[in-house]
């Protein structure tokens, strides 16, 4: 063989093996190495919505990558759920998961998804309360005035919610339990009309997110009677927790947290993990938690894991002793 022919074959040989090794190169690249996409089952502008963008705003300042927020509304998150489950798990879609997710697994039948099985927990984001609040009008302006009158009258004071199996209803339920009495339950399509009729007097009760009713308190059209948290509310910091009107240890909060699908890479969940917990420390995210009623929760993955899991035993027993059915 002549020298031509030896260094024409070798480098035949060096240009294959490079070819080969292009798509493993584009695949090595490090993560992120394109936008990443935050799903979230509810529509633009609600308080779910808002800690995705915020944190999001963070996220993508940390990695150098845009963080896209999807909004996918319908079926009670259902639809956002499994999209999540659906996508590849490269870590580039997640959810920014709320109650719906442990509970929708009690309330629809057959259970839509195992979030358990299907997904992975990134990490907890914050928590804000539901608050219990009343028509100015009403007969009670505390909650034992709110339990009084309604052992004296079982089952004939209503409560409007966002709708049935919604986060704030399960609160009434599981309250109204720790309580001992029997409310009557109005579900709504949204927070918002909800509020609504009770404004108007059409009903003299609402539970729902502590943003939500803000406004209308600020107005003087509602009154909070407690907010359903461990902790008093920075939004309505004179307004007493449910555990200082006599509930010690019952707390209903709507949690926030990212997940992503199951199969995402164990260093991808942890590099997720470790920028969220730094943007839970900043200022900026602290602050917008706080604008909107809540609080920011640090903390590993597994507590984020053991949260999804006992709250949903904890929904699974309320869905079967109320008979909640979704709407």
Known sequence: MT????????????????????????????????????VVGYSAGGAVDIVARTVGQSLAVAMGQPVIVDNRPGAGTNIAVKAVIDAAPDGYTLLMAANALAANMALYQPAPFD????????????????????????PYATIAGLVEAAKTKPGGIAFATPGNGSTPHMAIELFARAAGI??????????????????????????????EVLPHVKSGKLK?????SSKRCSIFPDVPTIAESGFAGFEASVWYGLVAPAATPKNIVS????????????VEVRERMASVGGEVVPGSAEQFGALIHSERIRYEKVVREASIKPD
């Open 3 to 38: 020298t031509v022919r030896k260094k024409f074959l070798a480098l035949a040989c060096t240009m294959t093996a490079l070819t080969c090794l292009l798509p493993t190169r584009a695949c090595a690249q490090p993560y992120p190495a394109k936008p990443v996409k935050i």
């Open 115 to 138: 979030a358990e099985r299907d997904l992975v927990p990134v990490s907890l984001i914050g928590r804000v309360p539901v608050v219990i609040a009343a028509n100015p009008k009403a």
């Open 182 to 211: 029997s409310l009557q339950h109005i579900p709504y399509r949204g927070g918002a009309p909800a509020i609504t009729d009770v404004i108007g007097g059409q009903l003299a009760l609402v539970a729902v997110n502590a943003l």
């Open 271 to 282: 590099r997720l993990h470790a920028e969220v917990q730094k943007a839970l420390q900043t």
């Open 224 to 228: 909070v009677l407690a907010v359903l």
